[in-house]
């Protein structure tokens, strides 16, 4: 039994400890395996999801592109549109902390419009 659970997600990172909730919730939904790669084969095409507050939202973040409603209505204001959810993205893919789920490609149009109904 190590001190690796529940109130010990502040590890000693003093450099980049943020005094910013935003950076917490980021933080915590990157490691708590909420960003999901599917990748589909053998294409090898991959789509990267967040699962946010029940939702599952389809996010680009090498393009800075998420499906969710802050993302939209940051879109429509201008500006520099991100949301948490592209954020969180970023640092699980980059800390490979990103759950991996491999699809074959004869899924991906099925898993596109079960992500974006509108569609
Ligand atoms: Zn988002």
């Known amino acids: 039994m190590s001190a690796h659970d529940s109130a010990s ?3 000693g990172t003093k450099a980049d400890a943020l005094p910013d909730p ?6 915590s939904t990157a490691s708590a395996g909420r960003v999901k790669v ?3 084969e053998p294409s090898g095409r991959s789509i990267t999801t967040v699962v946010g507050k ?8 090498g ?13 429509t ?5 991100s949301c948490y959810h592209i954020k969180s993205a970023r640092v699980a893919l980059d800390s ?20 974006v109904p509108e569609l």
């Open 9 to 11: 997600a502040a590890t």
């Open 22 to 27: 935003a950076a917490a919730r980021i933080l």
């Open 38 to 40: 599917h990748r589909f």
């Open 54 to 61: 029940g939702d599952e939202h389809w996010v680009d973040s």
């Open 63 to 75: 393009m800075g592109f998420c499906s969710c409603r802050a993302f939209y209505f940051a879109v």
């Open 77 to 81: 204001r201008g500006g520099n549109p």
């Open 96 to 115: 490979g902390k990103a759950e991996v789920i491999v699809f074959a490609d004869e899924e991906f149009d099925d898993f596109v419009r079960g992500l």
